[in-house]
């Protein structure tokens, strides 16, 4: 079987470039002569590019075979898991501000790793019956 892969969409380091420069065009528009307010844009502009940075650096935040997964660990590593060290893969559900919110999460014992769906590319639940099958395989 081939690996199976889930990748940050193209669309979401577009959004957060796309707004890092709105932040700095509002950040010269409105300094108005303030080097604090136009401070305060290039600071918040240059922690979203960081951030765009690592989904273009890093796309793809969990791949899985039936040796384990691989996952993004840190800015841009990677860290896999065999399937032996993970203890439970499961969908936590939640409802926020009248919307209802997956994440994934993998187990590990030592560590707890998070995938939300804009991580992912695809809902955490499909993900997760994705892994299930791999996963089954290696206690068999």
């Known amino acids: 079987m081939d690996a199976l892969t889930w990748r940050v969409p193209r669309k979401v380091p577009a959004v957060k470039l796309a707004t890092v420069a709105v932040l700095l065009a509002l950040g010269i528009l409105f300094a108005d ?3 604090v307010r136009l401070v ?3 600071v ?3 922690a979203l590019a960081l951030w765009a940075a ?3 650096i890093a796309p793809v935040r969990l791949a899985a075979d039936p040796s384990g997964v691989t996952l993004v660990a840190g800015f841009a590593g990677h860290r896999h898991l065999a399937w032996s060290q993970i203890e439970r893969v499961q969908v936590d559900t939640r409802p926020r501000l009248g919307i209802r919110t997956e994440t994934l999460e993998i187990d590990a014992g030592d560590s707890l790793h998070l995938f939300s769906e804009y991580d992912l590319g ?3 639940a499909e993900v997760a019956a994705a892994l299930a099958p791999l996963r089954e395989g ?3």
């Open 54 to 56: 690592r989904d273009l």
């Open 40 to 42: 305060l844009a290039a």
């Open 138 to 140: 290696d206690r068999l």
């Open 33 to 35: 002569g303030d080097e």
């Open 44 to 46: 918040v502009a240059a």
């Open 122 to 124: 695809a809902p955490p």
